[in-house]
C-alpha cells in the first residue's frame, strides 16, 4: 500500500522483546533499530490519538 511502512526484522524483535519483557534482547539492539522502533510507536500514538503526545518528547530523552 502506498504510504505505508515497512519495519525491518530488527525493528520488529525489538518491539516484540519488549512487549514480553525481554529487556536482554532489548538492550542488545542497535540504535538504529531503537530509533525505527521509537518512531514507529510515535507515529501509530500520533495516528490512534488523532494529535500529538506532548509528552513523548520527555520519554524519548
Given at each position: 500500500m502506498p504510504g505505508s511502512v515497512v519495519p525491518s526484522p530488527q525493528a520488529l524483535e525489538l518491539l516484540?522483546?519488549?512487549l514480553t519483557g525481554d529487556w536482554e534482547t532489548a538492550?542488545?539492539?542497535e540504535a538504529r533499530y531503537v530509533?525505527?522502533?521509537s518512531g514507529l510507536v510515535s507515529a501509530y500514538l500520533h495516528w490512534?490519538?488523532?494529535r500529538g503526545l506532548r509528552s513523548l518528547r520527555y520519554v524519548e530523552k
Open positions: 516484540g522483546a519488549l538492550d542488545a539492539c530509533r525505527e522502533g490512534h490519538m488523532e
